[in-house]
């Protein structure tokens, strides 16, 4: 059977509009994977992860993609003459970004999530600079992938959240983005600093001694405050670290808990867990030292 002039047309018509149509939605979708190919690419090249992106790379990433993209960018703004002013924290802060970047990094490493972590720097992206419109530093932003206006658009994270460093950016990037860091690395950084670790490096401490009355019997715990074993330090900082877990699994985990009765459990476990574990660091200084810590009664009271 024939087919009409008109109806073929538009059938003729709505074809080529389909396949056109067609064409520019997969051409469109090739390349915002090859520009998450390419994030990853530079990601992979990072020690930490974290990508060091320019002028040319913001407007690559950035401005020129149309929105929605398919990734989102937590960028840190540096400046490297900046540095040693101590009060600006720079050094550190960077060290903590890159910290929580490997952290999700490796999370998140099977897993198809598409955020990115970032750097620029004053000196080779002042145009960025601008464009973000950051005038002082610290300074930490969140491009989403619906942000058309870096400026106005991408989120901030609070000047005085700073003062908490990783933890602060895990719960930025948590709060917006609904992913979970695994800081490891930090219970780690915590454990080596309240451990004594480095004190027993640079003191080349061991971390036993063999009892000069008895061969076959070996001392963890020297009486006397002018030496410290490594045993001794670490007994301290396993009881320091799980006070601390024991803090953040209340004040991050138990507020998220609906029944009031498995809320008060936890939260008397927790009293119960970290007065031991104080109490036993308390017994172990005054072992040590010889000088005594208690409480007492005031006087009014009597």
């Given amino acids: 059977m ?6 073929a047309y538009l ?4 074809f080529f509009t389909l396949s056109l149509f067609l064409a520019i939605s997969t051409a469109e979708s090739e390349s915002e994977l090859e520009l998450v190919a390419d994030l990853r690419a530079l990601q992979s090249e990072s020690k930490s992860g974290v990508i060091h992106l320019d002028d040319r790379t913001i407007a690559k990433f950035l401005t020129s993609p149309k929105t929605p993209r398919p990734y989102s960018i937590l960028i840190f703004f540096d400046a490297t003459q ?9 050094r550190e802060l960077r060290q903590e970004f890159a910290l929580v970047a490997s952290s999700f990094i490796t999370n998140h490493n099977n897993s198809n999530t598409k955020l990115f972590f970032a750097d620029i720097e004053f000196r080779e992206s002042q145009s960025s600079f601008h464009l973000f419109g950051v005038n002082s530093l610290p300074h930490i932003r969140l491009v989403g992938p619906t942000a058309k206006s870096l400026k106005d658009e991408s989120e901030q994270m609070d000047q005085g959240d700073f003062s908490r460093l990783a933890e602060s950016m895990a719960e930025f990037v948590e709060s917006r983005t609904k992913l979970t860091i695994w800081l490891s690395g930090a219970v780690f950084i915590y454990f080596f600093s309240v451990s004594g670790a480095m004190h027993n490096i640079i003191r ?4 036993f001694l063999v009892d000069r009355n008895d061969p076959n019997k070996l001392i963890f715990f020297y009486q006397g405050s002018g030496m410290q074993l490594g045993a001794e330090g670490f007994a301290v900082g396993f ?5 601390g877990l024991l803090l953040a699994f209340v ?3 138990l507020v998220y808990v609906k029944n009031a009765k498995a809320k008060r459990v936890a939260m008397v476990f927790a009293i119960c867990v970290s ?7 308390i017994f172990l200084d005054n072992w040590k ?4 810590i208690h409480g007492f009664w005031p006087s009014s009271w009597n």
């Avoid at 059938?11 to 709505?14: E, K, T």
């Avoid at 080349?204 to 971390?207: A, I, L, Q, R, S």
């Avoid at 009881?239 to 006070?243: D, M, R």
Wanted: proline fraction near 5%.
């Fill in 251 to 253: 004040t991050h985990l």
């Fill in 82 to 90: 900046l540095h040693d002013k101590t009060e600006l924290h720079l």
């Fill in 289 to 292: 030292t010889g000088y005594g």
């Fill in 275 to 281: 007065f031991w574990a104080v109490q036993k660091v």
């Fill in 204 to 207: 080349k401490m061991p971390m």
């Fill in 239 to 243: 009881l320091y670290t799980i006070v």
């Fill in 2 to 7: 024939a087919i009409p002039s008109s109806s």
């Fill in 11 to 14: 059938f003729l018509h709505s």
